[in-house]
């Protein structure tokens, strides 16, 4: 993972003076779980973050590429390609806004019809549809730079790699999948 540097962190036999504790003995894996709903978003605002990017730089790409003469932004095709990529990264920001929206209303102690769990899921949803638009987008935004979108010297190849661990951190789609059916089939 190149854009954002990731390592692992280690603790042998570090032991905790009683007065640093954050919340209670045992509860650490519920304060941790309270964070992941923004950790979600935020993961998804990096998937909003590259296919902006990505979507920016094929327009510009499809203005100067010329195919029998005429650029390969005039045929329908390319502008109905640039038109669905940008109607998924308008959708995955309002996903993206209305899950934040709702964890601002739980955290200033507003109530939200079905409490916490509508927000943890409209972030499972949010996430979900933000990772998988920024791969969509990404690999379209590779597709219409051609054999170009695989050199370093542009950054497609960049955009699609990294984009690609937005679906697995912060909890898989698949978990995010989960959450928002055991909430349907509640």
């Known amino acids: ?25 045992g509860e ?16 998804g605002a990096c998937s909003l973050g590259a296919a902006s990017a990505a979507l920016r730089n094929a327009v510009e790409y499809s203005k100067e590429r010329k195919q029998f003469g005429s650029p390969i932004s005039k045929n329908q095709s390319m502008q109905f390609k640039l038109s669905d990529m940008s109607l998924q990264l308008c959708n995955a920001r309002l996903a993206i806004r209305n899950a934040a929206v709702l964890l601002d209303r739980i955290k200033n102690g507003e109530e939200i019809p079905g409490g916490n769990s509508t927000a943890t899921v409209a972030c499972a949803m949010a996430k979900i549809t933000a990772t998988d638009m920024g791969v969509r987008v990404c690999d379209d935004a590779l597709q219409i730079h051609g054999g170009y979108g695989y050199l370093s010297a542009y950054p497609m190849e960049r955009y699609l ?6 679906q697995i951190l912060e909890g898989t789609n698949e978990v995010m999948r989960h959450i928002v ?5 509640k």
């Open 161 to 166: 790699r990294d984009v690609r661990v937005h």
């Open 28 to 43: 650490g894996f519920k304060i941790a779980m309270k964070g992941l709903d923004g950790g979600r978003l935020s993961i």
């Open 181 to 185: 059916s055991r909430q349907i089939l």
């Open 1 to 25: 993972w190149k854009s954002q540097p990731t390592a692992a962190v280690f603790f042998d036999n570090v032991r905790i003076p009683k007065e640093n504790l954050i919340g209670k003995e």
